[in-house]
C-alpha cells in the first residue's frame, strides 16, 4: 500500500475502531484521500462498509486483516 503507517507504541483498539469509522465517513462524503486510501486496497468494490475500512487501515499498518491487528494490539497489551 502506498499509505503506510506504523502503529504507536501503544496501541489502543477503540482508537483504531475510531480510525476506521473516520475513514469510512470520509470516504462516503468524497474526500479524496479517503477514496485514495481504500481505492488502493480495494479497488473493485462498489459498497464500502465499515468491515472495508478496517480492512483498509489494518492493510495500512501491514497486517494481513483486521482479525490479525486486532490480535496484535490484544497482546501487546497482555505482554
Given amino acids: 500500500s ?3 503507517r506504523a502503529l ?3 496501541p489502543d483498539l477503540t482508537q483504531q475502531k475510531k480510525l476506521a469509522k ?3 465517513r470520509a470516504f462516503q462524503q468524497g474526500a479524496d484521500d479517503a477514496h485514495a486510501r481504500v481505492r ?5 468494490k462498489t ?3 465499515l468491515a472495508d475500512a478496517q480492512y483498509v487501515l489494518a492493510r495500512e499498518y501491514g497486517f494481513a486483516s ?3 491487528l486486532v490480535r496484535t494490539i490484544e497482546a501487546s497489551r497482555s505482554g
Fill in 2 to 4: 502506498p499509505f503506510r
Fill in 8 to 10: 504507536p507504541p501503544h
Fill in 40 to 44: 488502493a486496497e480495494l479497488p473493485d
Fill in 66 to 68: 483486521w482479525s490479525e
Fill in 47 to 49: 459498497v464500502i462498509r
Fill in 22 to 24: 473516520d475513514l469510512l
